[in-house]
């Protein structure tokens, strides 16, 4: 099933799930012009054996939640809804843990069926979502799949397609415009990866013209406030490091860094990780605290058999509806996965569970 209700609803949901910035403040964050590359010894700690293998557990858990092996699904109004976004997103985290190829390839089965495909992206004519194509167009070269030729459609062609003069990766729709700086961040990674230089860097600049003055990066763009996010700063920087602007990478870690922890739940906690070890030097004490904050989430022998190995979205009980949803970005922050070369090959196809 398609969700087939407003774009605006469909926008503010996938905001609602995507979103949930880290709270808490540290003292004062180093300066932004602080020493963020990487050595060998800055990277050897980046994830442990440990966070790896916590990682394959709630890869092999997030697995068992597909419906038809195919996909995932989420809740809204009391209603159940194939979710396509939510499934890519659980493609990067299966290439992340190198695991359930299976199900990943299962799943980019499933949407690429031109209807289903449809729904998602738009039809490329009279609706056009920057967002959907960014996502596509990532979890199809990290899975290594054509993205040129995809259900009948070339998403990167379609995705340069949407950029507006300003480099901004604007939707085509009839529901208005509601791109943001989730997808402006996949999108860019995804063009640079697609060896689009010019749109990517265009894409970044633009990005990064919309950075507040605290040096984080805000959800929406062109508003009259600017109020930096925590998981739209976390994807930013990994773009900025993508298209080599270390300065703005820098600058939003700092700010990030100074956000991430107390961690407020797993999922910005997995973002904030993975980007923090993309950014480097300072970054890396941090990055490591939230990876120990996330596995302290996670389901183990002490919980009922068919949650071992989820990752729990934050303290209380435990909500299997937003445990999906965490898992999946959680895993990012395990195995601090670098988007622009995060790579599905040498993925086992399922994925170890808990063993109790």
């Known amino acids: 099933m398609i969700i087939t209700r407003s774009r605006r ?17 540290l003292v004062s964050p180093a300066a932004a012009h ?3 590359s990487t050595t060998a010894g800055d990277v050897a700690p980046a994830a442990s054996a440990g ?7 709630a890869a092999a858990w997030l697995g068992w939640q597909f419906v038809e092996k195919s996909h995932l699904q989420t809740e809204f ?5 194939d979710d396509a976004g939510l499934t890519l997103d659980a493609v990067l985290a299966f290439a992340a843990a190198k695991s359930n190829a299976a199900r990943s390839g299962a799943a980019l089965n499933w949407l690429s069926d031109s209807t289903r495909l449809a729904g998602y992206i738009g039809d490329g004519t009279t609706e056009s ?16 799949r ?60 633009y990005l990064a013209s919309q950075a507040c003055a605290d040096g984080g990066v805000p959800i929406a763009f062109e508003q009259g406030a600017c109020t930096s996010d925590a998981d739209a700063t976390a994807l930013a920087v990994q773009a900025f490091a993508a298209t080599g602007r270390g300065a703005a990478a820098a600058r939003a870690a700092t700010w990030l860094r100074g956000k991430a922890i107390p961690a407020a739940n797993t999922n910005s906690a997995g973002l904030a990780g993975a980007a923090l070890v993309v950014a480097g030097r300072p970054n890396l ?5 939230l990876r120990t904050f996330i596995r302290g989430k996670q389901q183990t ?8 190995g989820a990752i729990a979205y934050a303290a209380g009980p435990f909500d299997r509806g937003t445990a999906v949803r965490a898992t999946t970005q959680a895993i990012l922050g395990l195995t601090s996965a670098n988007l622009a070369t995060l790579s599905a090959t040498g993925s086992t196809p399922g994925a170890p569970a808990l063993t109790c």
């Open 77 to 81: 109004d009391g209603t159940a809804y």
């Open 51 to 57: 966070d790896r293998a916590a990682a394959q557990h």
């Open 9 to 25: 609803a469909l926008v503010a949901l996938s905001a609602t799930a995507l979103s949930g910035a880290l709270s808490g403040m």
């Open 146 to 205: 054509d993205a040129a030729s995809f259900g009948g459609r070339n998403v990167v062609s379609e995705l340069a397609g949407l950029q507006a003069s300003s480099g901004r990766l604007s939707d085509t729709s009839q529901w208005g415009d509601y791109s943001n700086a989730f997808g402006q961040s996949l999108g860019t990674i995804a063009l640079v990866r697609a060896g689009q230089t010019k749109p990517a860097n265009r894409a970044a600049a």
């Open 129 to 144: 979502y920057a967002g959907a194509h960014a996502k596509l167009a990532l979890a199809l070269q990290v899975s290594g």
């Open 285 to 289: 004490a941090t990055a490591a605290g």
């Open 301 to 308: 022998c002490d919980a009922p058999a068919g949650r071992r």
């Open 34 to 36: 602080a020493d963020t």
